[in-house]
C-alpha cells in the first residue's frame, strides 16, 4: 500500500513532500554584493549542475529574496562549498537578516577576493564556484537562476592527484524538515560501456 497525496490537494504541503524526498540535495552556499557593496551570504538547497559546455549551474530562490536581488543587479555570484566543519555556519546564515547587514560579517565568517568575479568567497570553504549570470526563468513562486561558471577553486589541501576529493571536501546536505545529511559514505563503481557490461550480465 501507498500513500498519496495529490498536489492540488489544498491540506497537502507540496514543498515538505518535495524536501522530504528530494534528498540529499547539495547545498549552494552564496555570497553576493549588492550594487552598493554590501554582502550577502546564504545557503540555497535547490541547487543543481545544469550544462557541462558551456559549464552552468542552477538554483532557485523560493520567494524573493536577496541573493536573487543581488544576483540580477549585479550579475555575479559565487557558491561556496557548504562543509561538515561548517555547518553550523552554513545553517546561522539561513537567518532573516536585512538586506543591510552582511551575515559574514555578523556572524565572524572570514571572506577573501575571488579570482574572476567581483564578490568575495568564504576563506574555509575547500572550494567555490565564480559565476556570471546567464539567465533567470520565472517559476511560480520561484526564480530559476543559472550562472556560467567562470572559474572554480579548490584548495590544495583538497585536491589528490589534483581531483577534488570528498575525504577532503566533506559536503552537507540538506534533506526534509530541519535534517541535514552528513558526508556519505563513497563506494567506486565502474560505469558500463556497453549493455554486456552491466551487473545483470
Known amino acids: 500500500m501507498r500513500t498519496v497525496f495529490r498536489s492540488d490537494d489544498p491540506d497537502v504541503n507540496p514543498y515538505k513532500l518535495l524536501t522530504a524526498v528530494v534528498v540529499p540535495r547539495p547545498i549552494a552556499w552564496i555570497s553576493t ?18 550544462c557541462a559546455n558551456p559549464p552552468i549551474v542552477c538554483f532557485t530562490s523560493v520567494g524573493d529574496k536577496d541573493t536573487l536581488a543581488n544576483v540580477v543587479a549585479t550579475g555575479e555570484f559565487v557558491v561556496n562549498l557548504a562543509t561538515e566543519p561548517m555547518l553550523d555556519q552554513v545553517n546561522d546564515t539561513s537567518a532573516r537578516f536585512g538586506p543591510d547587514v552582511d551575515e559574514a560579517e555578523a556572524l565572524g565568517i572570514t571572506l577573501e577576493p575571488s579570482a574572476l568575479v567581483t564578490p568575495p ?13 546567464h539567465s533567470t526563468h520565472e517559476l511560480g513562486d520561484s526564480t530559476l537562476v543559472l550562472g556560467r561558471v567562470v572559474a572554480v577553486t579548490v584548495l590544495d589541501d583538497a585536491l589528490v592527484d589534483g581531483h577534488p576529493a570528498m575525504e577532503h571536501l566533506r ?29 545483470r550480465r
Open 33 to 50: 554584493l549588492d550594487p552598493q557593496g554590501v554582502g550577502n551570504l546564504a545557503p540555497h538547497s535547490f541547487f543543481n549542475v545544469a
Open 171 to 199: 559536503p552537507v546536505s540538506r534533506l526534509g524538515r530541519d535534517e541535514w545529511g552528513l558526508p556519505p559514505e563513497v563506494v567506486s563503481v565502474t560505469r558500463p560501456d556497453r549493455p554486456e557490461d552491466t551487473a
Open 121 to 133: 568567497r568564504v576563506v574555509d570553504s575547500p572550494a567555490s564556484l565564480e559565476c556570471t549570470l
